[in-house]
């Protein structure tokens, strides 16, 4: 199965690194053309 858009927002750094290198193997091989990840390094509060 082809995927055309994999989105993902903040959530990696809540996962173990093995779980999220699974995800990653998943999408190189799954994702036709666009992978979109946005991760936080730090939280900021005012």
Do not use: C, G, H
């Amino acid at each position: 199965m082809k995927i055309d858009l994999f989105w993902n927002a903040a959530s990696f750094q809540e996962m173990e690194p093995d779980v999220v290198s699974n995800y990653l193997t998943i999408v190189n091989e799954s994702a036709k053309a666009i992978f979109y990840s946005r991760q936080w390094k730090a939280r900021r509060r005012p």
